[in-house]
């Protein structure tokens, strides 16, 4: 009996001692105000272009190691945190923050080379976007049902009037318009700004992220195309962790410029299998942005499905009143769905100088009802555009009048400048940001988009 008591006496300090241990350590952990380190790989090598982020922060912006592979983080919220380090060709880092000393927590990573195994096959996506048979579905809840996405919306590129800065009022306006628009996707041309990634989503709003590829570019040279592959690796590492990307976008019209050739397709298929190594089996789909339907099918540029295996689907721009002829082409060129990321006409008529809105509502409303209806091959599209550019055909202070004539408009004519379903003006109330006025084919969108 009296052995009895020792025992639980012992095992009563030993639960007073273990809290007290325990406690103590947590109260002399020093939450830091500073994270900083330098990234190696095992062989000691800096590690540039490393993406820096704070898993237990999700809304906390990443950030880039410099050519010295150091990174430094402030302004993150308060608490005990775990860094994860990303580099293209390296196994993902995680590790604990370390206890501050004056203010500042230091982290070395060192980061392994990953071995790749690409399938030969390319499976369906394990991932938030999918494309399954011809069919763009989404989960974005993560509870494991895909459903049907039709892409309703527009080309994005709100280039402030006279190239003033680009501030996030700019990006709030345009995911209220797009909103109460019942659009659900934006087409960029360069990327996009994060800010506006971390807003779209919450407001419905998904981006088709495109990829520049510069129109000077010799892409049979293997520095070139070796160049490109990098540049679009650390993009879709950048990006791919943000809940609004529906899709990754291959050049705009490579076809028309550098690319009418088969380097420009066989660089797109190592470009896909880039983004694969990158994310993995929770993959979004990656789209070949070609003028027209051109090219696509023809094998001896590697334009077809059996040398584009990790190319998930064609995104074309295509400015023609029958759009719905041009699909039904398409359907014997290629087993792959395919997204419109451009159509519409120019709200000016040029044979007075004065806006037809009537005109572009009517011509837009006729393509749209086309592409809804190729339903079977098409998964939607983006109208060009969102806004006015003042800045393509001269003076960006002045709302010109240039262009190139072309038959597929009814007035003969392409102005450049005046392809807005929202018209631009200049700033009147000196609140940094243009003058937006929805024009008529902004509403007739937003019936047909219910």
Known sequence: MKLKRYINLALIVLLVLSYGCSNSSENEYSYPTVISGIVRNTGGQLLSYTKISLTTAPDYQSVWTDENGTFRLENFPSGKHKLKAEHVGYNDYTADIPSAINGTSVLNPVLSVKTYNIPIVKPVSKGTVRINGKALETDF????????????????????????????????????????????????????????????????IRVIVSFWVDTNYDLSSADIRQKVKDEFARMVLDFKDYSAVLMWNLGNEQNYQNGNNSNWYSLAQELAVEAYKVEGEKFHPVCINNGNIYNIGDASLNADDNSLTYVDLWATNIYEYNIATKL?????????????????????????????????????????????????????????????????????AIHDYGGYPTSAHPDGYSNEEWWGIIATSPDTNGDGLDEWRPRKVYYMFQRNWK
């Open 328 to 396: 039904n082409e398409y359907k014997n060129k290629s087993g792959k769905p395919i997204v419109v990321t451009e159509y519409g006409i120019d709200a000016l008529d040029n044979r007075t100088k004065l806006e037809y809105e009537n005109m572009q509502a009517a011509f837009d409303s006729v393509n749209w009802a086309q592409i809804k209806a190729s339903d079977d091959v098409c998964v939607g599209a983006t109208v060009f555009e969102f806004t006015d550019e003042w800045w393509k055909g001269g003076t960006p």
């Open 141 to 204: 809840d993560g509870d494991g049902i895909y459903t049907p996405f039709k892409v309703k919306g527009v080309a994005f590129s709100p280039t402030p009037i006279n190239n003033k800065p680009y501030l996030n009022g700019i990006d709030d306006r345009s995911i209220q318009l797009l909103k109460e628009m019942n659009a659900n996707t934006i087409r960029t041309y360069s990327g996009t700004g994060k800010y506006f990634l971390q807003n779209a989503a919450p407001n419905g």
